[in-house]
């Protein structure tokens, strides 16, 4: 019984820290919006690294985005974009870290960070591209306002009155 014990404290206990460590990498897993005389607000936390990632959405599915200001576009790794059904469009030569490639433009329709929702967005699928975030671009940041300060990245898009 005794060995029981240790047992489940012991999946408890990695349990825990797995959840711990994912939120200091990850400090917007649901990210709260603040609503104003014409504007969405979205507050974000700078996680370990001084990186921002946010949970959001690609139309209704599920992602965590990584905001990449000196991205020119949204970037999506293929095996994420072959899960959200995105159709590759016209072949594109791309400069990664990795070396060159060649990824396929396509559109978003609907890019959701909090309650800021963003259209018709231009993205790249992008071959051996690492893991499941996306790289959050200027294809989507230049329809919105930000600041950052103190370790906060204010995203703010301006709504009709």
């Keep these: 019984m005794l060995l029981l ?18 939120r200091r990498d990850n400090p917007n897993q649901q990210p709260q919006s603040v609503h104003g ?5 979205v507050r974000l936390a700078s ?10 959405r690609i139309d209704a599915t599920a992602v965590t985005f ?6 020119t576009q949204v970037a999506i790794p293929a095996g994420l974009a072959k899960r959200l059904e995105l159709a590759p469009g ?5 400069s990664t870290a990795n070396g060159r490639v060649t990824g396929w433009r396509t559109r978003l329709n609907q890019l959701q960070l909090g309650d ?3 259209h018709d967005v231009a993205a790249l699928i992008v071959p051996n591209m690492d893991g499941d975030q996306v790289l959050l671009g200027m294809s989507a940041l230049r329809q ?10 204010v995203l703010r898009q301006s709504t009709p009155q």
């Design 144 to 153: 919105l306002e930000f600041t950052q300060r103190d370790g906060t990245l």
């Design 116 to 118: 800021i929702v963003l």
């Design 47 to 56: 996680g370990r690294g001084g990186h921002y990632l946010l949970d959001g």
């Design 5 to 22: 014990a240790w047992g489940a404290g012991l999946l408890l206990a990695t349990h825990f820290f797995g959840v711990w460590e994912a």
């Design 90 to 94: 016209a072949p594109v030569e791309l």
């Design 37 to 41: 005389d014409g504007f969405i607000e």
């Design 66 to 71: 990584l905001l990449d200001t000196g991205a």
